[in-house]
């Protein structure tokens, strides 16, 4: 009974997942610029959540950061997420970041999507950054590698949470599509 239970629970989450690939990984992974083009691939939607909170709080994420703080923030983030998933069975999601470091909205994200951890090297997240013209980072803080380092060190055990990790270091933007294309369609499977 109890591994039926067990197994019966498994398919139930495979069933609720079955049609979403979520993005995560860190700022300058690639989830933006190539989850468009997997869902482009997919044919199915692509969902920014960042761009759902910004039109759910009314403003740009930095002004929500300014005004109302991390935890608000986090509060839209949750329930975004939760409409993106009940509004879409199928479709590629680029989360923020740090979505991870919330327990509870992880776990929904691991339970309702297929994860895909888009990793890079810390120096090709940077390059990656400054090259969409963020020079934010290297003028504001000395420390910005290091920075990242830790962040990336601390997030880690998170991220290896995904059903898949797909790494874009070294990779122009055809091939990651395509390598990334290719996972997806082995999670959907």
Known sequence: AD???MLDANFDALAARAGRVALIGLRGAGKTSLGRR????LDVPFVELNRLIEADYGASIGELLALAGQPVFRRHERRCLDQAIASHKHAVIATGGGIVTEPDTFATLLRNCHCVWLQATPEEHMKRVV?????????KNREAMADLKSILEARTPLYERAGAIFDTSDLDEDAAAKGLAAVARSLLS
Not at 131 to 139: E, I, N, S, T, V
């Open 38 to 41: 997997l869902s482009d691939a």
């Open 3 to 5: 591994v039926a239970a």
């Open 131 to 139: 090259a969409q013209g963020d020079m934010r980072p290297m003028l």
